[in-house]
């Protein structure tokens, strides 16, 4: 099982939909990330959150909405997006901010905006 | 320029081959060195983390960094079909933010 599980695995939805990412981790960390993932560009750190606390956000649209209610759980709410945000959005958890160890990845919620 | 610069391939090789899988960044302050592999559908798993320069082993793999140089590597020894997918190298910068690479796919051919 992995530590880092993001639900669901696939969305479609419209550009005037709401819906929301899911991601919970089971590695006891501080630490979690949202990543946007397109093709044939690096990985895109969106938000940064430290125990349920925002930390950063990365000139990300208003349209993502990140929600952290506890240091398990991280939601992405996303609504009205545009059909650039289709990609692969990925979570990740670190034990902390400022101890240099590596994040841990979800498998990610394939996202895909008609 | 880009902080981290990966030639994103597509290479392809023969069952067997040593592959060489490589990365430049331009920031001298980078200390620690992530390599994550990705397959298709999945989300990128740590594969090797190293700390400053010089080598580290671990079965078939071997990261190796040149700081003076801002270069690193990463060597597949005896690849195998399963070693298929995107490699990614990812500098860490303060605490435990990463900064990523394009990501070379790899494909080992039977």
């Known amino acids: 099982e992995t530590g880092v599980t993001q639900t669901p695995r696939h969305l479609v939805m419209g550009m005037t939909n709401k819906k929301s990412l899911k991601c919970e981790q089971h590695?006891?960390?501080?630490?979690m990330y949202w990543y946007k993932q397109s093709a044939k560009k690096p990985l895109e750190l969106m938000f940064v959150y430290s125990l349920e606390e925002r930390v950063e956000n990365n000139s990300v649209p208003s349209r993502f909405s990140p929600e952290c209610p506890n240091s398990s759980h991280l939601f992405l709410h996303l609504h009205t997006l545009q059909p650039e945000d289709s990609a692969l959005y990925l979570c990740?958890?670190?034990?902390?901010?400022?101890?240099?160890?590596?994040?841990?990845f979800g498998d990610g919620t394939r996202l895909s905006i008609l | 320029q880009k902080e981290v610069e990966q030639d994103p391939g597509p290479l392809s090789v023969p069952e067997g081959a040593i592959v060489s899988l490589n990365c430049t960044y331009s920031n001298s302050a980078f200390q620690y060195f992530m390599w994550y592999r990705q397959y298709s559908r999945k989300g990128p798993e740590l594969l090797m983390y190293t700390y400053s320069s010089g080598n580290k082993e671990d079965g078939r793999f071997t990261a190796q960094v040149d700081k003076s140089s801002k270069y690193i590597s990463l060597f597949i020894r005896d690849s195998q079909p399963s070693d298929s997918a995107t490699y990614l190298c990812a500098p860490l910068t303060s605490g435990s933010r990463l900064t990523f690479g394009e990501g070379t796919q790899l494909t080992v051919n039977p």
């Open positions: 990740a958890s670190s034990q902390d901010l400022n101890s240099n160890q590596p994040q841990h």
């Open positions: 590695l006891g960390h501080n630490a």
